[in-house]
């Protein structure tokens, strides 16, 4: 019996419309922030309440043979791990491996009148609220498109979906999970990751590329406690200190990274991607970003503009320790200044190197004797697609057309997703498809986040087209 991909599709809409909806919208109101945000998770529950209605939903939609987990590991976060059996004449005895996750990035500020990170709105195709696009429907999604197979008469590989629960904090607790799993995750194939972008929502775009990312906070200490502003010209500040240190990793002029452990060489192959990209998006390039009137770009080049954001170190500034609101900043020569940094690291660059000589450059010879402290040093690796098999390519162009009615795009992505380096190291030789639904204006992270329904609705189709065509894919 031949993959129908009509069949597929009205299943899909089917359990979207029905189900998965109804479900992300309890979901969203679960404020399960990652640990790094939340670091008594566990007692606050919010975890488990999560791991619960997901795991509740995958056993109110059963698939034949499927395996339902929940891994649990000593002072780690839980992962949700679903086995099901291959089916239909061409499975062949390979796996196909998906992934998501569960857990949140905390609530910011700057949400609209009317939307809020823990209450979920449907306005039209866009349903508002944290975790939804990141990624909260990964999970409902990969089952759907697996059962979606079967609806419709195709084939598909043993199929596992690990739905993790630390990734907005690096995923420091993944490694230990999948080494616990041991050989059970089998021979992985091919890797189908729903945690990513697309630049538009008439197309399904692939992810060709990921960032690495060096976190951490450094304070630097001048005075014992604070001392009358009239100390100032003798006692130097420590923000003009810890602003010094920064010029050290980077250029505030042109925002270049300085450091040479941070620098890659980019490859041709990523160069032509861009050039194509940039002629699909057109002015998208340029719009996807909210700046305020008369604001402008670091790059004026679409080209420069879409690699920039995927293939060259930069350093942000997220958070700041040490100075008072506005409205209580007294006279006062603080103390102390302190800063978060997320440092993105291009791909192909070693995440470890970068992440001691940020340490080093920071802290060495620190200017007038003063303390410097770096608390939380943490790095992942980025990650650089393989080259894609023909089949593969030939599977993922038809199920754009099929399912967007227009062929695939391909781009890189500016964020991290560090199990995508890990598996690229566990399983040399696998396959992947690296996609998702954060499309222009979704502002993962930030204010009035939101999922696109009709594209997740397609993204899951296109999946299960997917996974026929590599059940239906023949030697390689």
Not at 100 to 110: A, F, I, S, T
Request: glycine content about 10%; proline content about 8%.
């Amino acid at each position: 019996m031949a993959f129908e991909i009509s069949a597929a599709q009205r299943f899909v809409d089917d359990r979207w419309q029905r189900s998965i909806l109804p479900t992300l919208h309890d979901y969203i109101r679960i404020p399960n922030k990652s640990p790094a945000y939340d670091p008594r998770w566990d007692e606050a529950g919010h975890m488990q309440r999560a791991v619960d209605l997901v795991t509740g939903w995958i056993e109110a939609h059963p698939i034949d043979g499927m395996r339902l987990d929940v891994h649990r590991l000593p002072g780690r976060t839980p992962l949700v791990v679903v086995d099901v059996p291959a089916t239909g004449p061409d499975a062949g005895d390979g796996t196909v491996l998906l992934y998501g996750h569960l857990d949140k990035q905390p609530e910011m500020v700057g949400w609209r009148h009317g939307l809020g990170p823990w209450e979920p709105v449907l306005e039209g195709d866009r349903l508002y609220g944290r975790g939804g696009a990141d990624d909260g429907y990964a999970a409902f999604a990969s089952l759907s498109a697996i059962a979606a197979v079967r609806e419709a008469g195709g084939s598909h590989a043993r199929c596992v979906l690990l739905v993790e629960a630390s990734e907005e904090s690096g995923s420091p607790d993944l490694p230990a999970h999948v080494d616990a799993l041991g050989d059970r995750l089998g021979e992985v194939e091919l890797v189908i990751c729903l945690d990513s972008g697309c630049a538009t929502w008439d197309r399904m775009w692939t992810t060709t590329s990921l960032r690495g990312l060096v976190g951490l906070d450094v304070r630097v200490d001048i005075v014992r406690e604070g001392i009358h502003s009239g100390a100032s010209g003798v006692v130097p500040s420590s923000f003009r200190i810890l602003r010094s240190l920064l010029s050290r990793i980077e250029d505030e002029a042109t925002g270049d990274v300085l450091l040479p452990e941070l620098q890659v060489e980019i490859p041709a192959e990523r160069v032509e991607q861009a050039k194509v990209a940039a002629e699909v998006l057109g002015d998208e390039v340029w719009n996807r970003y909210p700046l305020v009137d008369g604001a402008r770009l670091m790059v004026d080049n679409a080209v420069d503009a879409l690699l920039g954001r995927t293939w060259k170190a930069a350093v942000s500034v997220t958070g700041v320790g040490g100075i008072p609101p506005l409205a209580d900043a007294g006279n006062v020569l603080r103390p102390h200044t302190a800063l978060t940094l997320s440092i993105r690291v291009p791909p192909r660059a070693d995440d470890v190197a970068a992440r001691e000589a940020v340490a080093a450059a920071l802290t060495a010879d620190p200017p007038y004797g003063v303390k410097v402290s770096i608390d939380r040093l943490e790095s992942a690796p980025g990650w650089d697609a393989p080259p894609t098999s023909p089949w593969l390519a030939d599977a993922i162009e038809r199920a754009s057309i099929d399912c967007f009615g227009n062929p695939a795009g391909a781009e890189g992505e500016g964020g991290t997703i560090p199990f995508m380096g890990m598996l690229g190291e566990k399983f040399p030789d696998a396959q992947f498809v690296v996609t998702g639904v954060l499309g222009p204006g979704t502002n993962a992270h930030g204010p009035n986040e939101f999922l696109h329904v009709p594209t997740a609705r397609n993204l899951t189709a296109a999946v299960a087209s997917i996974l026929d065509s590599h059940a239906r894919r023949g030697p390689v």
